[in-house]
């Protein structure tokens, strides 16, 4: 069940960029992808480490929701919940 | 796909699993998982379509997979019954998805894990050109839709799609000269002979003497499983316990590739050598490509201009049960008047990463000192079961 968290493109080098996702921020390769990203963009990863698709920011936005209402069925020491505004 | 979790890994879920090591043999295995079973709560409380909308949104990876064991269930549930060109289109965008996530493994993940550098760039083009078959399906209307869209299919294009898909499928995962799958002498011959990413994890292991590494005696599910069983188990999965520990009629069982191509003259051949070790494994995979390519192209003749179904009921229970790239996925809904009354999805990791699953027992009491590092090999078993979150291997030596 992979899940697809919409993440923000914040910082762009080459063929990496530094997204974040509820406060996280993790170092991927964009190299599946053959449109350019840029600053503010959301994104799709596969397993944390490829961009693999880009995300039109009012479906982010639907899908951050969701993902906010899963995180309130998780345990109670996850903290993301309260750290993350939708775009 | 090691993995170290953050907040948003807290949310995909995650693998942790621990391995000690004594006096030279693995000793203990733990799978802990993070993982939410229970997503299919999220559809509930929602009027069906709506659900089925989000299902690409939620599990975007795999989303094709998951939508349309949505949508099945869902006709089930509402008495619709699918055509066979609406059923045989649907089971192309399927095999699309689960070829380009077998490749992924095979181009990137194995590689990455032995510290090679991974083929991005041909599961790229690879992506791109599966995309044109939806097209020359549907055209441009959503595929999505309970009862099935309106199909408008394109055989020259599709074939035409699928023999450009095959070659560069093949060029990825077998190189320039693709053994012949049908015979295990061809196979032989071709091992070690590539310079691709993909074939150099099977040189590896056959090379460090890994081709029996674990190897376990987990029952396999069938393809075609009892689905009253799930049906019986999912309606009375009130806590998710099925869902998170999934058996079948009593039995731990595996699912994916190997359980699924157990019967190919290849497969079977190098399971008699190697039992079910990382060599079967990771053949079974390389098999599976050639496979997948094998069932579009026999899909194509399934084809035919085909406006879909209506549903003339708003209440009821049903199932689905598709084989995916990592095996069998399971949805079972209960609707009541048009809405989701309660969603329960069954995912095929839950089925290898068991507690009593295939890894567990497949790693205990292996040898920890051959091939370069445990780290490498186990990286490749779990890999080679494919779970559809990232992990972290701790290893721990006495």
Known sequence: MCLAIPSKVVEINDDRVIVERYGERLEVNTGLMSEPLTVGDYVVLRARTHVVAKMDPQAAREALLLFNELAERLADDIEFKSNHEAP | MRDTQGKSGGIEGSLRIEVKIDAGVVSNVQVCSRRPVDSGALLEGRPVEDALDLLPRIFSLCGVAQTTAGLMAVERALAISLTPPQTAARQMLVAAEALEQTVWRIAVDWPTCLGMRPDVAGIRDLRRLLRGLETSMFNATPWNRIGGSHLLPDPVELVKIIDVVAQQAAWIVFGDAAPRLDNHESFDRWLGRQHRPGPAALDYVRDQGLAAFGHSQVDFLPTRPDTGFFAQQLANDVDWSFCARPHYHGSISETGALPRLVDHPLVSRLRDRHGNGLLTRLGARLVETDDLISKMRSWVGDLSDDPGTSA?????????????????????????????????????????????????????????????????????LINALDPCVGYELNIVEH
């Open chain 2, 312 to 380: 003339h009921h708003a209440s009821g229970q049903g199932i689905s049960v598709i084989d995916t790239a990592r095996g069998v996925l399971v949805h079972w809904v209960e609707i009541a008047d048009n809405i989701v009354d309660r969603y329960r999805i069954l995912a095929p990791t839950e089925w290898n990463f068991h507690p009593r699953g295939p890894l567990i027992q497949g790693l205990q009491g292996a040898n920890a000192h051959v091939g370069e590092t445990l780290d490498k090999n186990a990286g490749l």
